[in-house]
């Protein structure tokens, strides 16, 4: 079976599971949070969430690409998993991939785990790892480009969040851009765990916006 299928398959039977586990205090506290913050999101970068949104009511899978897959892409997929999760889209699945194979940056797991998440490593994939809202819905969430195969445009939806300057190797594919910047100039520095966790709270608050968008575009096509 190729990667891309049981990944999907693992997904939608979490999902399943998922509607019947709750989020433990920590994360929900965290969810909360960033539901509330939404209101400070600029209006142009609303604008790009909300096109997102109507992109995915009409696509399954939503890929975050960039050059690597450690960083942001990770942390959007994540947060992007978690919203699904948390709005009860059962029928929606987020993907990353990069370039290249490579092992999660260790201040991304920090700061997750700070957000509540459970880490684990696995060895199902190569290099991979579990993140999960508690030990018994794991989610499988590196998926670099040689496991995730070739993307299929017809249902899925490919986000390039690479910065300016940056590229990742499929510019042939249709792409719609979110881009954030590279926290990678802050590491080894003092000031490393504050900017991740920046970039985490940003991410999690636009990525609960854009879900919420979607569940309203969904909750209106049904009326």
Same mark, same amino acid.
């Given at each position: ?11 939608? =039977? ?21 539901? =509330?913050? =939404? ?45 699904? !999760? ?31 998440? !459970? ?55 249709? !792409? ?10 802050? *590491? ?5 765990? *504050? ?13 609960? !916006?854009?879900? =919420?968008?979607?569940? *309203? ?7």
């Amino acid at each position: 079976m190729h990667w891309f299928k049981i990944l999907a398959f693992v997904c939608i =039977s979490n999902f399943a599971a998922s509607q019947q586990i709750a989020f433990n205090k920590e994360l929900s506290n965290f969810c909360n949070t960033a539901i =509330s913050n =939404s209101k400070k999101i600029s209006k142009k970068r609303k604008a790009v969430l909300n096109n997102i949104a109507i992109e995915l009511l009409e696509k399954k899978h939503i890929v975050y690409a960039c050059k690597t897959n450690t960083r942001r892409t990770q942390l959007l997929q994540t947060w992007t998993q978690t919203a699904f !999760y948390y709005y009860g889209v059962v029928d929606r699945i987020a993907f990353s991939y990069g370039d290249s194979i490579a092992d999660i940056y260790p201040g991304v797991v920090d700061i997750l785990k700070q957000s509540g998440f !459970y880490y684990a490593e696995s060895n199902t994939i190569p290099k991979g790892y579990t993140i999960s809202l508690n030990n018994n819905a794991p989610e499988y969430i590196i998926a670099p480009k040689n496991t995730l195969g070739k993307i299929n445009s017809e249902t899925t939806i490919l986000i390039n969040i690479c910065s300016s300057g940056e590229t990742f190797a499929d510019q042939k594919m249709s !792409y719609l851009k979110l881009p954030y910047k590279t926290p990678t100039e802050f *590491e080894a520095k003092k000031n490393e765990q *504050e900017k991740y966790m920046e970039l985490n709270k940003t991410i999690a608050t636009e990525m609960f !916006y854009m879900v =919420s968008k979607l569940l *309203e575009l969904q909750q209106l096509k049904k009326k």
